[in-house]
């Protein structure tokens, strides 16, 4: 059995495992087009991985990606794409799966940083290798692999104090996504030390200590300006279009169907126009439990990470399946530090996986089958936020601290 613990025996099964379902994604999508309109049957493939490849083939006869209807990215992954058009037509399928790969290997570096117990710390990564989730996510051609190599990144190159790069990919990770610009006030605390800093007594010295510290200074002017410089060029290059689709569109966002959010029914039935407050309330309790989990975990950056993110992932007025992997690629990181029995392991997996099935099938009777089941769907999606809720309780008790290396 020592198979089992060979890491490169595991990367090439874990490779192997999201290949098959890769090409299996051939024969299935063929089956989906040839059949009948009363035996409908869901493509394998991602609709956003359509969606990438129509935006490359615009960038590729040096047109604007944003001709394409419901891209909402950075130009960037359409520039990945482009061998889609040139090529193959699923490159980007498998260069999705490299960085979920690269995700098990970042996972492994950062556990062995922070001293993780070897076979805790392969237990964490055997957790990302043969995630369900995980695997289906990259096989299909969805890009969220991509934004967890970039946030592994960026925690990786802070855990080593190199504050250039580590901003480098934080820079990165929010032109990709904006969701990590939670993270900005745990890092800040986080990178200065805060808990010594705080012993001053005088509040102006407090405040100069935090905002002239030389580490802070290095990873924020680093971000902001990948951020910044990036913004500009495509806002230069593509116009306004840009700055909305990539950036303003995700946070006036407004989704009535694939919806794992507590919010869904309440915005289903509201009509656009008078939503007015209602939208911006439904940011106070995420903004609540990201204000607490900054100040209160900051000192133990993984476990504080973890939390921001599956409570902003939770509590979000738009939650899909693909926003899940932004904190499924975080859990191998607390992992070996949860003081947790097996049994409590499997529950916390099966209620959660349980939680998720329940949402799917309400949300296939309206998709495939017609049925308003709309009602059945918000409950459902009730059901999965109290389940996500005591999973996090379970590891907000488990935990046990990361010794700080120097």
Known sequence: MLFIRSLKFNFFLAFLIRA????????????????????????????????????????????????????RYTPILAY??????????????????????LCGFLILK?????????????????????????????????????????VLNFVFFLKRKKYILSGLFYGLAIHFKIYPVT?????????TEFKTI?????????????????????????????????????????????????????????????????????????????????KYLSFMPQALLILSASFYLYDQLELCLFFITFTFVTFNKVCTSQYFVWYLSLIPLIGPYLNIKVYQIVACFLAWMIGQSIWLYTAYEIEFNAKN???????????????NCLIAKTFLKSYKKIKQIN
Do not use: C
């Open 80 to 101: 990945l794409m482009l061998p889609n058009v040139a090529f193959f037509e699923s490159f980007g399928k498998f260069l999705f799966v490299l960085f979920d790969l």
């Open 373 to 387: 089941t709309f009602l059945h769907v918000w409950l459902a999606g009730l059901l999965f936020a109290f389940i």
């Open 110 to 150: 950062i556990n062995e940083f922070n001293l993780a117990d070897k076979s805790k710390n392969l237990y964490s990564i055997l957790f990302w290798f043969y995630n369900p989730i995980t695997i289906a996510i990259a096989s299909r051609g969805n890009a969220e692999s991509l934004m967890s190599f970039l």
């Open 20 to 71: 098959v379902f890769t090409f299996y994604g051939f024969y299935h999508d063929y089956r989906a087009s040839k059949a009948e309109l009363k035996q409908q049957i869901p493509k394998y493939t991602d609709i956003d991985y359509q969606v990438f490849t129509d935006a490359a083939s615009y960038v590729y006869k040096n047109e604007s990606p944003y001709l394409r209807d419901t891209y």
């Open 198 to 278: 705080i012993r001053k007594k005088k509040p102006l010295s407090i405040l100069q200590a935090v905002l002239f510290n030389s580490n802070l200074l290095k990873f924020g002017f680093t971000a902001f300006i990948i951020l910044a410089s990036l913004t500009y060029f495509f806002y230069l290059k593509y116009g306004y279009i840009f700055l909305y689709e990539t950036y303003f569109y995700h946070l006036i966002r407004k989704d009535v169907r694939h919806n794992f959010s507590p919010y869904f029914y309440m915005l289903y039935l509201t009509d656009t126009t008078e939503l007015g407050l209602i």
């Open 183 to 191: 993270y900005a006030l745990a890092l800040v605390l986080y990178i």
